[in-house]
């Protein structure tokens, strides 16, 4: 219970607070993104290595901001061909595979239908008149006529998408989906049209810890999604981007767990419309990426506190150029998991560098603010272990309630 209380405690604090946050000027902001990865094998079966052929793909995303009007952002960024999309539709989900009929609105660019997206791009579709509330549920469903090839995708999407063979892009019964996957394919982000001053976007910027591996499928109980939540309630909502990707490192780029968050922070953070805060919690793989067989990179030892440090100033300074503000959160306890498994030595050693960076974090100053997610999470009787209420059962990423408490502790310092 007082865990619990410490949360609720956490969350009236910043729900009282005054909405006297700066705010953008008019033009178009996203409202949900999604962090891009390389087609191939991940911690779950997926499409993206074979791509789509005559299929239909449906994804559910879940905004964090209102709009009216609406444009998508679609991704080629990682393929090796052109991308041909017969054919696209957005509309409000009706649960599943089912959406609302009257909401079903054609995607097209340049006033068509289909059109090709070249390797290595992304595109934009022109707007949509679809007024959407904050923490509302879309679909988008995309029709393949030809081969794609693979697909650039998102592995860990939290949320499931469905898969139909011909064109079902304009069904409003899901009944024609009978395939699953934990992914999403080709969906960069959805932006709204910003007809008055809006509060500026929070992009949280991560790992699995911001991705949400551990919350429940479908149920948007990951901490972005909890700390859009937060904001809606306290009936100012402002977007809240999620850029996390399950097991990604800062400074080494991996064919299965995505860039490095070095390599993909000016694409995915500072080229972000609309972004004034950044809040960055990476760094955990980086400390055990030699003992992770699924990193699949060249082999390198687990890095140094220093090279953590040098990476995260390097990440600092951009944003600062950029004229975000920068909040370092961090890392997480991990004792009991299989970081762990089966060498206390190596265990011991490599948690002092966890331990060394989150002092760095909170007492440097490099940092705009630093929020102590570890010690929001962490086991009272041992500072070192998830505690027993946030842990999902890994004993390394947070359960629903523990998701909840790590965005109460970052709503407790943004502004």
Do not use: K
């Amino acid at each position: 219970m007082r865990v619990i209380a410490a949360v609720l405690g956490l969350f009236l604090v910043f729900a009282a607070a005054t909405a006297s946050a700066p705010v953008v000027a008019p033009g178009w902001q996203p409202i949900w993104v999604s962090a891009l990865q390389r087609p191939g094998e991940s911690f779950a079966p997926n499409w993206s290595g074979v791509g789509f052929g005559n299929q239909t793909v449906r994804q559910a995303i879940r905004v964090s901001d209102a709009g009216s009007i609406l444009r998508l952002r679609l991704s080629n960024r990682f393929g090796t061909q052109p991308l041909r999309v017969r054919g696209a539709t957005i509309a409000r989900s009706a649960g599943g595979a089912a959406v609302y009929p009257d909401s079903l609105r054609p995607l097209t660019i340049d006033s068509a239908t289909a059109f090709r997206i070249e390797p290595g791009e992304d595109a934009v579709t022109d707007p949509i008149p679809l007024p959407v509330r904050a923490l509302e549920r879309l679909t988008v469903t995309l029709y393949f006529a030809d081969a794609t090839g693979p697909a650039t995708y998102h592995a860990q999407a939290q949320n499931t998408s469905y898969l139909a063979w011909d064109d079902h892009r304009a069904d409003a019964s899901g009944n024609a989906f009978t395939v699953n996957s934990s992914s999403w394919y080709y969906l960069a982000g959805v932006e709204s049209e910003i007809g008055l001053p809006r509060r500026p976007a929070v992009a949280l910027f991560g790992d699995s810890f911001t991705e949400g591996v551990g919350s429940t499928y479908d149920t948007h109980r990951n901490y972005p999604d909890r700390l859009a939540e937060y904001f809606a309630a306290q009936g100012n909502p402002r977007p809240v981007l999620n850029l996390g990707i399950g097991g990604n490192c800062l400074t080494v780029d991996s064919r299965w767990l995505g860039d490095s968050g070095l390599s993909r922070f000016r694409s995915e953070v500072l080229e972000q419309p609309g972004v004034g805060t950044v809040v960055i919690l990476e760094g955990i793989n980086d400390i055990w990426l030699d003992s992770r067989v699924m990193a699949q990179s060249a082999p390198v030892p687990g890095a140094s506190a220093e090279q953590l440090i040098a990476g995260y100033r390097t990440l600092i300074a951009q944003a600062h150029t950029a004229g975000l503000r920068v909040l370092g959160a961090t890392m997480l306890p991990a004792a009991g998991s299989a970081f762990g498994n089966g060498d206390r030595a190596l265990y011991t050693a490599r948690d002092r560098v966890r331990r060394a960076v989150n002092d760095w974090i909170l007492t440097s100053g490099e940092y705009d603010a630093a929020v102590d997610t570890a010690a929001a999470l962490a086991d009272p009787a041992d500072p070192n272990r998830l505690a027993p209420a946030f842990d999902s059962g890994d004993h390394l990423h947070p359960n629903d309630a523990g998701y909840a408490a790590l965005a109460a502790a970052v709503a407790a310092v943004l502004n």
